[in-house]
């Protein structure tokens, strides 16, 4: 027998509901599967040092924050960075976004 609400009989809303949390639950996989690959993760201490300036060169201080040990001192240091690049105006964090590093 049909429901009244759309004519779904209940198999088919069930068949649906399951369809849905299953779709759910894929995408749910997929999204923390790809977040984590977005982050270098470093080898050593000199690439640690050369992503956290990467990072903070681009403004992504949110990733920079993983590569520094923290401490209160280092910390103080972090903030009055962050800040700093936030008072830069629109030319200046873009010539920082463009600039490089490089190894001699």
Do not use: W
Not at 39 to 49: F, H, R, S, V
Not at 66 to 80: E, G, M, V
């Amino acid at each position: 027998m049909q429901d009244a609400n759309y004519g779904l009989t209940l198999v088919m809303f069930k068949n649906v509901k399951a369809t849905l949390v299953l779709f759910i639950g894929l995408l749910v996989l997929v999204i923390a599967c790809n977040s984590s690959s977005d982050e270098m993760k470093a080898d050593n201490a000199l690439d640690g040092g050369r992503y956290f300036i990467e990072n903070c060169m681009q403004g992504d201080f949110s990733k920079a924050k993983n590569y520094f040990l923290a401490s209160p001192q280092n910390q103080a240091i972090f903030d009055s960075i962050s800040a700093h690049y936030f008072l830069l105006d629109k030319e200046g964090r873009q010539q920082l976004r463009l600039a490089s590093i490089h190894k001699k």
